[in-house]
Nanobody, 113 residues
Framework: LQLVESGGGLVQPGGSLRLSCAAS????????MRWYRQAPGKGRELVAG????????DYADFVKGRFTISRDNAKNTVYLQMNSLKPEDTAVYYC???????WGQGTQVTVSS
């Protein structure tokens, strides 16, 4: 089983990034997926989740209206579109499969001018 995140980087406040998480080794379309993040010195926190078919999504209050989670089951990939980024969004972002309790390695997002 493997989850590989990509798309992180340095962006100015107000900017956008799109994270991707490529899955392999399990039936991706049969699993809900989540994005978490962990800022320096803080615990890991849930950012967004999506059901197996993408029909239902949920977001933490601090990203509602700015972030969008989506998935492409044909590509075994889940995405996190992040708009209107703030310095407090700086963190390592992780992809997570709850059914398998499996984490990706994370991708760093830094929001700074």
């Amino acid at each position: 089983l493997q989850l590989v995140e990509s798309g992180g980087g340095l962006v100015q406040p107000g900017g956008s990034l799109r994270l991707s998480c490529a899955a392999s080794g399990f039936t991706f379309s049969g699993n809900a997926m989540r994005w978490y993040r962990q800022a320096p010195g803080k615990g890991r926190e849930l950012v967004a989740g999506i059901t197996r078919d993408g029909g239902y999504t949920d977001y933490a209050d601090f990203v509602k209206g700015r972030f969008t989670i989506s998935r492409d089951n044909a590509k075994n990939t889940v995405y996190l579109q992040m708009n209107s980024l703030k310095p407090e969004d700086t963190a390592v972002y992780y992809c997570y499969c709850p059914q398998w309790n499996y984490w990706g390695q994370g991708t760093q997002v830094t929001v700074s001018s």
